[in-house]
């Protein structure tokens, strides 16, 4: 069996198929099952980094894929809850901005300089654990409709943004310190 055909590559493309799903289940109102299989793909993220490092079956496919399927997942839930009406769209250009931005800083780097590995950040991090703790609110919000969870999903949207504009400004600060320091070294 190919090294690369392995257990964490097996839950991340399992998370990558169930991101269709997640976002038809917004669109089609169907609030309890969105909430339920977006948890799944949450998992399969958890269970992914498990499996890479505790069976030591980290691979280069694996590196490239996983943050692939992350990205797919976290901006169709975003605009799938914008679309539906569940997220304010000013929320949604926000995150959507930020990740387009960041892939187009990416291409540029691999187009004009030999460096090609994008580490996250700490602030990359935790803007992710932001935005994924709001779409948690408000898929809960929508699939319980209680009142105390709507204000609850209405105080998470200004962490949410200012984590996900704080992370794209640090790396737009890193990015410009990795091309000087590679401008240096050639």
């Known amino acids: 069996m190919p090294r690369w055909l392995n ?29 339920g299989l977006f948890f799944s793909a949450g998992v399969t ?13 980290s691979t280069a496919v694996g590196a490239y894929l996983d943050p692939i399927a992350d ?6 839930v975003f605009l799938a809850l914008g679309l539906a009406g569940a997220a304010p769209a000013w929320v949604v250009a926000a995150v959507l901005g930020r990740d387009l931005f960041i892939l187009c800083g990416a291409g540029l780097f691999v187009a004009f300089t030999r460096i090609r590995k994008f580490p996250p950040s700490a602030w990359g991090k935790l803007s992710t654990f932001v935005q994924i703790v709001t779409v948690v609110c408000w898929l809960t919000r929508d699939a319980f409709p209680e009142p105390w969870l709507r204000a609850v999903g209405k105080a998470v949207l200004w962490p949410c943004v200012a984590a996900t504009v704080w992370s794209g400004l640090h790396y737009t600060w890193r990015a410009m310190r990795m091309a000087r320091q590679n401008r240096l070294a050639n």
């Open 71 to 76: 990205k797919c997942l976290m901006s169709g």
């Open 45 to 57: 993220d958890v269970l992914d980094g498990w499996a890479a490092r505790r069976l030591d079956r």
């Open 7 to 35: 257990p964490a590559n097996l839950f991340t493309a399992s998370r990558l198929l169930l991101t269709p799903f997640v976002i038809g289940a917004i669109l089609e109102g169907h609030h309890r099952l969105a909430l």
